[in-house]
């Protein structure tokens, strides 16, 4: 079994959503980017391991589609293999008008049975991925950490993991996205490689330039979540 690293997983998680809209140019190059992410704002970054997540996501479109988008969160369980990811929740976005637009995206914890006992605690990741007619285009990735929040148990934990007393801290300001180029118009069709944005423009790790894009602002937030899984078109 081949083991992953954090960062190899990390370059590899009930939905309200809300439009906004506002004029934009359109383009007609097929494998230019038709969708670029502006805003990724983590409304609960710290919160309970059985709590949910929840993400205010703000991108923009810049020419017309005739198919939704689709959003998911990974949970990644394991470094060990990618059979212990978890999908937490998925959602349709559309249609999409074009102009700037923003939903909040809400999944539920993982399952803690699905993980194994001893990568319960510690650091992982979860994937927020956006994707076209099944092709992948975006990808933002988050360290998390789980620990006891009490410091007698941190310092001698028991055997066996006490959730409820276990509290994660997602990494805001710290995520990693990578952008995938795709055929909009054909999005089956592999391109070119994917574009590692490790500060959101400009050079990647690796030294290659990349196009920059509006720059997201990853921040976290106190305000109460909104339950609800309703999806609302907004006019302008």
């Known amino acids: 079994m081949t083991k992953r690293s954090e960062d190899d997983a990390m370059a590899t998680s009930q939905v ?39 993400f205010k996501v703000t991108f923009e479109c810049i020419a017309p589609l005739e198919d939704d988008i689709e959003w998911k969160l990974i949970y990644v369980g394991s470094a060990e293999s990618e059979k212990y990811d978890q999908e937490l929740d998925s959602c349709m976005v559309g249609p999409v008008p074009v102009g700037v637009n923003s939903f909040e995206f809400e999944a539920e914890a993982p399952s803690p049975e699905k993980i194994p006992a001893h ?33 007698e148990l941190r310092e001698n934990p028991p055997e066996q993991v006490e959730l409820n007393k276990v509290r994660r801290e997602v990494l805001a300001s710290k995520p990693r ?60």
């Open 16 to 54: 309200t959503c809300q439009y906004t809209r506002s004029d934009a140019a359109h383009f007609s190059f097929a494998t230019m980017s038709i969708v670029h992410l502006q805003n990724v704002e983590i409304v609960n970054p710290v919160a309970r391991f059985s709590d949910a997540y929840i």
């Open 119 to 151: 990568d319960l605690l510690g650091v992982t990741v979860i994937l927020l991925t956006g994707s076209y007619n099944d092709a992948e285009f975006i990808r933002v990735g988050y360290y998390v950490n789980n620990a006891y929040e009490d410091e």
């Open 177 to 236: 996205v990578t952008r995938f180029n795709i055929n909009w118009n054909d999005p089956n069709q592999p391109i070119a490689p994917p574009e590692e944005l490790a500060d959101f423009g400009g050079a990647n790790d690796a030294g290659v330039t990349v196009e920059t894009v509006p720059k997201p602002q990853m921040s976290a937030s106190e305000s109460d979540s909104v339950p609800g899984s309703s999806f609302v078109a907004l006019q302008s």
